[in-house]
């Protein structure tokens, strides 16, 4: 029986390599200049994510928030860590710390410019939230939740979340914001709004988790 499958499976391969595509005859440098006028912006990347399937979007920030109560939940029953090992040396402290800087300036860079060039606000929040993680490993946990609890972090993160999903709904249902011009920082009607409210809600909820892990099972 199992040589039914080996063979099937060679010549699914060979019909791959050998048969060509029946698709549509349309190119794909036809289909991104659609995206691109469709949405207003030169990244056709941010056009799809927060245009043509922004109801998958939608339920990818969902997920995220969903996995970092998830995480509050599964340690609310959980001791503190006693002691915290973390970088001490100079050398390691510096490099840690201008790491972290760089990835907050690249976080603000694809926030703010991840609708005209490759970037956006999941990769935005990335880099904010390896900044924190650079930071978390050579500063005391006490002192960031300090800074947490001062900013009002938390209530940030879930307002960008309702906000987000209520712009999401506006454009769903039709209502956008003026495109303006091509290529300019204030075009692309609400993606850029929609990029800068996914960074600061991945960003924020990563920070969320590093201080839970942290606080619970000491530095990873």
């Known amino acids: 029986m199992k040589w039914i499958y080996i063979v099937a499976g060679l010549l699914f391969y060979l019909k791959m390599l050998l048969v060509p595509s029946l698709g549509s005859e349309t190119s794909e440098l036809d289909i991104v200049s659609a995206i691109v006028e469709d949405s207003g912006v030169p990244n056709a990347v941010s056009g ?8 998958d979007t939608v339920f990818e920030v969902i997920v995220f928030t969903l996995a970092i109560m998830g995480v509050r ?28 800087t760089i990835a907050a300036l690249i976080s603000i860079e694809l926030a703010i410019r991840g609708h005209l060039s490759p970037g956006g606000g999941f990769a935005a929040g990335v880099a904010g939230g390896t900044a924190i993680g650079l930071i978390a490993i050579t500063a005391s946990s006490t002192w960031m939740e300090r800074i947490y609890r001062r900013w009002n972090a938390a209530v940030i993160e879930k307002v960008s979340v309702l906000v987000f999903i209520a712009i999401a709904v506006l454009s769903l249902l ?47």
Not at 48 to 55: A, Q, T
Not at 73 to 99: C, I, K, M, W
């Open 48 to 55: 799809v994510i927060f245009r043509n399937r922004l109801y």
């Open 73 to 100: 939940y599964l340690l609310a029953n959980e001791q503190p860590t006693t002691t915290v090992y973390q970088f001490t040396d100079h050398p390691s402290v510096v490099l840690a710390r201008l790491g972290a």
């Open 174 to 220: 039709g209502i956008e914001l003026p495109h303006g011009e091509l290529g300019r920082l204030l075009s692309g009607g609400w993606i850029p709004i929609l990029n800068l409210l996914v960074a600061a809600k991945v960003t924020l909820g990563a920070w969320a988790a590093v201080l839970l892990f942290i606080r619970y099972r000491g530095l990873i």
